[in-house]
């Protein structure tokens, strides 16, 4: 615990546990309506209820946004060192096949991200076997389902800590 008075360490709340960032993509708000063969039946809604759940139980906490805007993904990954993340979760959706500004995005915050799928986009139709993020991510998890957000953040959690 910060000694009293003293400003949080970097990444971390006021109350010392560490805060991540995560972010999901375009059309990721219609998960659970549609194509549940290939995404599951989980809402995003559900989704974020149990990332926040699984992250208090870490000891962190979440703070979880979706955008169909590429521009806004852009602007909250170039803000999330100043807002006092230690790190990132990025389901990109379509834009992980499209975008070199996300790509720069990652690159210029400096922050570790790790990349996020429900589905595994290397097993599916050839557009999708490309991803124009992972070069600049740590790490990426995809194929688990909604599950993968969890890994995903359990997984960047335990390095975080490592680096401490
Ligand atoms: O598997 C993933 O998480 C994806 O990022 C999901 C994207 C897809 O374009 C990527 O290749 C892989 C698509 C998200 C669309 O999700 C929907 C789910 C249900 C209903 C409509 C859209």
Known sequence: ???RGAAPRRGTSS???TKIL?????NLDRLGTR??????STTLPQLHEGLAH????????????????EGELVTWLGRAGDDGFA???LNTGAYTHTSYALHDAIKACGLPVVEVHISNPEAREAFRHVSLIAAA???KVAGFGPDSYRTALE???????QSR
């Open 155 to 161: 997984a960047l959690l335990r390095r975080l800590n």
């Open 87 to 89: 790190g990132r979760l």
């Open 137 to 139: 991510c740590i790490a």
């Open 22 to 26: 995560v972010l999901s993509g375009p």
């Open 54 to 69: 699984a992250a208090a139980e870490l000891g962190a906490s979440v703070d979880c946004r979706q955008s169909n805007h």
């Open 15 to 17: 109350k010392g546990s």
């Open 35 to 40: 194509e549940p063969h290939i995404y599951g």
């Open 1 to 3: 615990m910060s000694p």
